[in-house]
């Protein structure tokens, strides 16, 4: 499991933009990286954005990592605090780099397609 404090948090999540945060849950859990952000809808449903490092490979050999962002919509379901998840759209976006950054993953946060006007108008509606 990743070891970060909490000045460590707060420091990765100054550097966001757009609303994005580290995703405490995935580091406990998984000990990965990941930047994460939400909207909550009237109707009770989230629409969250994930920015993560997904390795690459060619002919069976690791090539780098490449950022990747994708839109889910978290649907609110007949039992309490569940929520069914739907996948909208995952795409990589950057270029393929060497080694995982938390750097180069906040500044992909202030991408135009991260602002919550363009993600409600494409995905909540």
Same mark, same amino acid.
């Given at each position: ?13 100054? @550097?966001?933009?757009?609303?994005? #945060?580290?995703? +405490? @849950?995935? +580091?406990?859990?998984? #000990? ?5 952000? @939400?909207?909550? +809808?009237?109707? #009770? ?5 994930? +920015? ?7 002919h069976y050999e ?12 978290? @649907?609110?379901?007949?039992?309490e605090s569940m ?12 270029e393929l780099i ?28």
């Amino acid at each position: 499991m990743a070891k970060v404090t909490r000045d460590q948090v707060s420091k990765i999540n100054k @550097e966001c933009k757009n609303g994005f #945060g580290l995703d +405490l @849950e995935r +580091l406990m859990v998984w #000990g990965e990286k990941q930047l994460v952000k @939400e909207i909550k +809808l009237d109707n #009770g449903n989230i629409l969250r954005a994930i +920015l993560y490092f997904k390795d690459i490979f060619a002919h069976y050999e690791k090539q780098g990592v490449q950022p990747v962002y994708s839109f889910s919509m978290l @649907e609110k379901t007949s039992v309490e605090s569940m929520y069914r998840v739907h996948t909208l759209k995952s795409d990589y976006v950057g270029e393929l780099i060497p080694r995982r950054s938390m750097k180069q993953l906040q500044e992909l946060t202030a991408l135009d397609i991260f602002a919550d006007s363009e993600m409600l108008a494409k995905y909540a509606a």
